[in-house]
C-alpha cells in the first residue's frame, strides 16, 4: 500500500483552514498535521471522523500575544512520531485585526508588533520547524503561503494586514531562491466566505471608508462570495502537486492555470458569479497525470552514443540520467506516475550470459528505484532465468519483451510476471533482430497465453533503418521510422487475422500508433485486394480495438483525426521522457490542454482515468 502524503497546516479550526483540511483528508487521501490555537466542535468532529489520518494539536502559533516557536517544534515533532515524514505545509494561519489608519491613535505600536507576531514571524518558526523533511520528501516539499490581494493592492485601513502580507510574498520569493528543491508559492485566495469576512462587515463600518466597504458587503449580499470548499481544492493541490515552475511566485485563484481538476471545475461556477465580465479561463493543471511512456537510461547502455548511431541527439541535461532528473520532469509536467521502462533493443547484443547478466543489473538498478520513490514510479524488473532463446522478458507496467522464439520457458516467465510479481502488462517491440515481426507465427504462444490472461500490451516501435538512409540529419530514424514500424506490427496483427483471434489483448501503441489512423483505410482496402480474408470494414474494426498513446503525437490535427477514428477511452498519456526535452513534452501536452478545454471528462481519462483503468495504477 503506499503511504499517504503528509501535509502541515496551519489555522485548521475554522473557515478556509477547516476545508482545506477535510479536502486534504477526502480527495487527496492525505494524513493532515493540523495546527490551531483551539479545537472548534467541527474541528474535532473532522478528527473523531479521520482519527488515524487527521492529527490536531493545539499549538500558539496565531496567539496574538506571542510566537510560541517551542510548541510549533513540538507540534511538528509529534506529527513526525506519528506519520514520518511531511511532503507539503500550508501556511494559513493569520488575523486582520488591527483595523484603522496609520495615524489613529487607538492602534498601538504593541498591536501592530502583535499582528507580526502572527502574520509573519509565525510564518518564519514553522518554515525552520518543516524544512528539513520539506527537503527530502519523495514527492518534492511544497510550501503554500496563503496571502490576499492586500499584499499588492494596499486596502486602506488595512495597514498591519497590508504590510504582513506584502513581506509574507517577499518571504515566499526569499524562499523559493533558497531552498530550489522546496516549491513555494504564495496563494491570493480571493473573497472567500470566512469568518473574516465577517469581522469586516461587523468593524468595518466604524474603522474602513464607506466605499471601500462596500466592496465587501455588496459581494455578501450578492452571494459572491466564493466558498471555502472551493478555494480550498487549490490550495490543497498547490500543496502536494504545485509545479515547481510556481515557485517564488503570488498567484491569484482565479486566474490560476494551476488548478485540480474538481476546483477547476467547482471555482468556476463561483467565479462566473462574480461579476459580468468575461470570467478568466481556467485550464487545470493535472499532477494526476499518469505518464505511460516514461524511459529509464542506465549508464551503462551509453545513451548519447546509441542515439548518436540513429540519428537522434538525446537532451544533453538529460544525460547521464538519474531518476531526479525524471522527477523533476515530472513535476513540471504535471505527471504523478511515470512508468519506468528500458528503450527498444535493450540490453544490446547476442543472447547469452552477457545480455542475461546485464538484464539482471537493469532489475535490480529499476527495483532500487521504485523502492526509493514508491509513489512516483512504478517499474517491474526484467525476468532473466531460464529464457534461453529468448533475449529478454522485461516487466513493468506494460513491459514484458520477448524475442527470436516463444519456448515454453518464455511462457512459464510470463506466469511469473503476472501472477508473482504483479505485473499490469507486457511490452513488445514491434520487431526483434532484422526480420521477425512481434507478430510473427512464432510468438503466437505467447499471444495466446497474453490473450487467455486479457493482459495488456505496450507495442513500441523498433529503431529499424529503412531500406534507404534517413533523408536529413533532421530526420532521424527516431523521427520517421519508429512511428512506421509501430504502424506496420498493428496492421500485421490486424491483416494476419491475429488481432481478432486474440480480441482480449489489450495493446497499446506508442506514438498514437504512428501513421496506423491515417494508413488503416488503405490497408483495408490494399490488403483485402492482396488476400485478406477480412472484409473493409472488419479491418476497420480490428484497428479501432487498439490503444494509444499520445506521446510526442498531440495536436489539433492528429488529436481531430484520433477522435474521428476512437473513442477518448482508447487514449492515453505518455512523454517520451527522457528521450526528449520537458520543453518538447510541454508543446505537446499544451496543445492536449487546448484541445480537450471545455471537454472536461474526456480530458480526465485521457490523462489519468483510461490507464487507471487499463493498468490499475
Not at 493540523?34 to 488515524?52: F, G, I, Q, V, Y
Not at 461556477?269 to 497525470?289: A, G, K
Not at 505537446?588 to 487507471?612: H, I, L, P
Amino acid at each position: 500500500m503506499a503511504t499517504r502524503p503528509v501535509v502541515v497546516l496551519t489555522g485548521a479550526s475554522k473557515g478556509l483552514g477547516l476545508a482545506v483540511a477535510k479536502i486534504l483528508l477526502e480527495s487527496f487521501n492525505a494524513n493532515v498535521i493540523a495546527l490551531s490555537r483551539t479545537k472548534t466542535p467541527e474541528l474535532r468532529s473532522l478528527s473523531d471522523a479521520h482519527t488515524d489520518s487527521l492529527l490536531t494539536l493545539e499549538c500558539d502559533v496565531v496567539d496574538v500575544t506571542s510566537t510560541d516557536a517551542a510548541a510549533v517544534r513540538t507540534s511538528v515533532t509529534r506529527g513526525l512520531e506519528k506519520y514520518k515524514r511531511i511532503d507539503g505545509l500550508i501556511l494559513n494561519a493569520g488575523v486582520l485585526e488591527p483595523l484603522g489608519k496609520i495615524a489613529s491613535e487607538e492602534i498601538t505600536l504593541d498591536q501592530w508588533k502583535q499582528h507580526f507576531d502572527v502574520n509573519f514571524f509565525s510564518l518564519v518558526t514553522a518554515l525552520r520547524a518543516t524544512l528539513p523533511e520539506l527537503r527530502k520528501s519523495p514527492l518534492g516539499g511544497r510550501v503554500v503561503f496563503v496571502s490576499s490581494g492586500a499584499a499588492t493592492g494596499n486596502t486602506p485601513s488595512w495597514g498591519p494586514y497590508n504590510a504582513g502580507k506584502a513581506a509574507m510574498n517577499s518571504l515566499c520569493r526569499t524562499l523559493a531562491q533558497e531552498e530550489p528543491n522546496v516549491t513555494s508559492v504564495a496563494l491570493r485566495p480571493g473573497m472567500v466566505d470566512t469568518p473574516m469576512q465577517g469581522l469586516l462587515r461587523a468593524k468595518g463600518p466604524s474603522t474602513m471608508d464607506a466605499e471601500v466597504l462596500k466592496r465587501f458587503t455588496s459581494a455578501y449580499e450578492k452571494g459572491e462570495l466564493v466558498k471555502p470548499e472551493d478555494t480550498g481544492h487549490v490550495i490543497a493541490a498547490l500543496s502536494l502537486k504545485a509545479p515547481p515552475s510556481l515557485s517564488g511566485q503570488f498567484q491569484l485563484v482565479a486566474s490560476l492555470d494551476v488548478l485540480s481538476t474538481a476546483s477547476a471545475t467547482r471555482l468556476g461556477r463561483y467565479i462566473r458569479t462574480q461579476s459580468s465580465r468575461r470570467p478568466p479561463l481556467i485550464r487545470p493543471f493535472f499532477m494526476d497525470r499518469i505518464d505511460v511512456h516514461h524511459h529509464i537510461f542506465p549508464a551503462s547502455i551509453g545513451k548519447a552514443g546509441l542515439s548518436e548511431k540513429v540519428g537522434w541527439r538525446t537532451p544533453s541535461e538529460n544525460l547521464p540520467w538519474t531518476p531526479e532528473i525524471s522527477l523533476k520532469a515530472m513535476s513540471e509536467l504535471g505527471v504523478k506516475t511515470a512508468i519506468l521502462s528500458l528503450p527498444a533493443g535493450l540490453p544490446p547484443g547476442p543472447v547469452g550470459p552477457e545480455s542475461r547478466a546485464a538484464a539482471r543489473h537493469f532489475n535490480e538498478y529499476a527495483a532500487q528505484i521504485c523502492a526509493d520513490y514508491p509513489e512516483r514510479f512504478a517499474f517491474f524488473r526484467l525476468l532473466t532465468e531460464s529464457l534461453r532463446r529468448v533475449r529478454y522478458v522485461q516487466r513493468t507496467v506494460a513491459d514484458i519483451i520477448i524475442a527470436k522464439r516463444a519456448p515454453p520457458g518464455a511462457l512459464a516467465e510470463i506466469s511469473y510476471a503476472l501472477d508473482i510479481l504483479k505485473a499490469r502488462g507486457i511490452a513488445m517491440s514491434s520487431s526483434y533482430g532484422e526480420a521477425l515481426d512481434a507478430s510473427d507465427d512464432k510468438f503466437d504462444p505467447v499471444w495466446e497465453e497474453l490473450n487467455r490472461r486479457a493482459a495488456v500490451v505496450f507495442l513500441h516501435g523498433n529503431q529499424t533503418p529503412s531500406s534507404t538512409p534517413y533523408p536529413h540529419p533532421f530526420l532521424g530514424i527516431p523521427v520517421t521510422e519508429v512511428p512506421n514500424e509501430t504502424f506496420k506490427a498493428a496492421a500485421h496483427l490486424v491483416v494476419a487475422g491475429k488481432k481478432r483471434r486474440w480480441p482480449d489483448v489489450k495493446i497499446i501503441l506508442a506514438h498514437l500508433g504512428g501513421s496506423t489512423p491515417f494508413l488503416a483505410p488503405r490497408i483495408a482496402v490494399l490488403s483485402k485486394h492482396m488476400g485478406c480474408p477480412l472484409s473493409h470494414d472488419e479491418i476497420m474494426e480490428d484497428f479501432k480495438t487498439f490503444y494509444f498513446d499520445l506521446s510526442l503525437s498531440s495536436h489539433e490535427t492528429t488529436l481531430t483525426a484520433m477522435r474521428a477514428f476512437v473513442d477518448d477511452s482508447r487514449l492515453l498519456f505518455g512523454t517520451d521522457f527522457p528521450a526528449v526535452s520537458t520543453e518538447m513534452v510541454q508543446w505537446y501536452t499544451k496543445n492536449a490542454d487546448a484541445f480537450y478545454a471545455g471537454d472536461q471528462d474526456s480530458y480526465e481519462k485521457v490523462m489519468y482515468k483510461n490507464a487507471r483503468t487499463l493498468l490499475s495504477v
